[in-house]
């Protein structure tokens, strides 16, 4: 029995020993287990912070996106508006370029006119001279007294006169349209 009873105690011994070392075990294990959960919430708390940092950026990210999008468009259309402007513009610079250049064939055409009228001008003038002769004074026409060619009563320096006068009027409607075109 004592054999017995010597072996219970040490397999008691033992078995506390090993219940001992176990406990210890278990403890240490226990230890690491929280160490893992304390990093496992850390790391979950950071990427979280993280994920959150992610979506912000994103939501400003896109605000900015749909900004540049709309300035985009509002450009297109700007620049849509500006090339119809300046199709516009050069249709009227072509319009007024071709008004222009009419203007200037009747500039030209009302220039030789005058020409032509200062050329019968001078020519009545001279025939009026011819006419009245080489006389230093005065002469007064009496249409009752004098006709002109197939009997038609006329005063050359009236005539010339009208003439004159239409012409320059011509001249300057036409100095005044050519002109205006100009500034339109």
């Not at 992610?54 to 849509?80: A, T, V």
Request: aromatic letters at 2%.
């Amino acid at each position: 029995m004592e054999r017995e009873t010597e072996e219970n105690k040490q397999l008691r011994l033992e078995s506390e020993n090993r219940i001992h070392d176990l406990k210890q075990r278990l403890s240490a294990i226990e230890g690491r287990a929280d160490n893992i959960i304390s990093e496992k919430t850390k790391v979950e708390e950071e990427a979280s912070a993280r994920i959150s940092e992610m979506d912000k950026e994103n939501l400003r990210l896109k605000k900015e996106i749909n900004r540049l999008e709309s300035e985009f468009e509002k450009s297109n259309l700007e620049k849509k508006e500006e090339q119809k402007k300046r199709s516009d513009l050069q249709k009227a610079v072509k319009n007024s370029e071709e008004k222009v250049k009419e203007l200037e064939v009747k500039l030209n055409q009302l220039q030789i006119e005058v020409e032509e009228s200062e050329r019968t001008i001078r020519g009545l003038k001279e025939k009026t001279r011819d006419c009245n002769g080489p006389t230093t004074k005065k002469r007064t026409i009496d249409p009752s007294e004098e006709q002109g060619l197939m009997g038609l009563k006329m005063q050359w320096p009236a005539a010339a006169a009208v003439v004159a006068s239409t012409g320059t009027i011509a001249a300057a409607a036409v100095a005044v349209y050519f002109s205006y075109g100009r500034r339109r």
